[in-house]
Nanobody, 121 residues
C-alpha cells in the first residue's frame, strides 16, 4: 500500500463535480498538514489546496471558491470537493501528507500514487 491512498477520480462533464478522498496509511505516525496537488504532463507538481493541523487553508488562485478542502484528524483523511469543473482541471491529482520536524527545519512529504480527473464533454 502506498503511503497515501486516493479515491474519487473519474470522468465528468464541464460544470460537474467530483469529490476526492485520501487516507493516510498506518506507517505515517505524525501529520502536520494534508493537501492535494496536481501535475500536468511536462509540468511541475503544483499545489491545489492545503490544510494544516491548525485548520489553516491555502488554495491555488485557479480553484479558490470552487474546491473546498476538509480533513478529519481522527480518521486521518482529507477530501477535496471539486465543483464547477473545467477542462483545464484535467490532470492527475496527488494526495500529500506533511510531517514537519520538531525544530521546524525539515518537511517530509508522503505521497499517494495519484488519481486521474478528466473534465470533458
Amino acid at each position: 500500500q502506498e503511503p497515501m491512498v486516493e479515491s474519487g477520480g473519474g470522468l465528468v462533464q464541464p460544470g460537474g463535480s467530483l469529490r476526492l478522498s485520501c487516507a493516510a496509511s498506518r506507517g505515517i505516525f505524525t501529520i502536520n498538514a494534508m493537501g492535494w496537488y496536481r501535475q500536468a504532463p511536462g509540468k511541475k507538481r503544483e499545489l491545489v489546496a492545503l490544510i494544516t493541523d491548525g485548520c489553516i487553508t491555502n488554495y491555488a488562485d485557479s480553484v479558490k471558491g470552487r474546491f473546498p478542502i476538509a480533513r478529519d484528524n481522527v480518521k486521518r483523511t482529507v477530501s477535496l470537493q471539486m465543483n464547477s469543473l473545467k477542462p483545464e482541471d484535467t490532470t492527475v491529482y496527488y494526495c500529500d501528507a506533511k510531517w514537519i520536524s520538531g525544530n521546524g527545519n525539515n518537511t517530509y512529504d508522503y505521497w499517494g500514487k495519484g488519481t486521474q480527473v478528466t473534465v470533458s464533454s
